[in-house]
């Protein structure tokens, strides 16, 4: 699966922002999705998972009632929503999808293909 992430920018402090994860490839359906985020100087750090066909989801604690992962497998896309961002949440932010079909992980091993990703900068 190819992936290209966007829908980075500038937003100030309780803002919001919705990420966007084109597939295209192997059959996207069929592989879970998941969102990470580097910071500059720190360890590429999971964000959120869901599985291949939308019925669960998964978050890190820091991100947990703020974010929101959905998928749209006839679009072949993927989504991250972002509401109340804080300082913290600055990154880059990554699209991947699980090495193995059907499956889902929360750490970066359990991932095989990477978008690019996209910058989010929040100002305080």
């Known amino acids: 699966v190819q992936l290209q992430a966007c829908g980075g920018g500038l937003v100030q402090a309780g803002g919001s922002l919705r990420l966007s994860c084109a597939a295209s490839?192997?059959?996207?359906?069929?592989?879970?999705m998941g969102w990470f985020r580097q910071a500059p100087g720190k360890e590429r750090e999971f964000v959120a998972v869901i599985s291949w066909r939308g019925g669960t989801t998964e978050y890190a604690d820091s991100v947990k009632g703020r974010f929101t992962i959905s998928r749209d497998n006839a679009k072949n896309m993927g989504y991250l929503q972002m509401n109340s961002l804080n300082p913290e949440d600055t990154a880059v932010y990554y699209c991947a999808t699980s090495r193995s079909p059907y499956k889902r992980g929360n750490v970066p091993g359990d991932f095989g293909s990477w978008g690019q990703g996209t910058l989010v900068t929040v100002s305080s």
């Open positions: 490839g192997r059959t996207f359906s069929s592989y879970g």
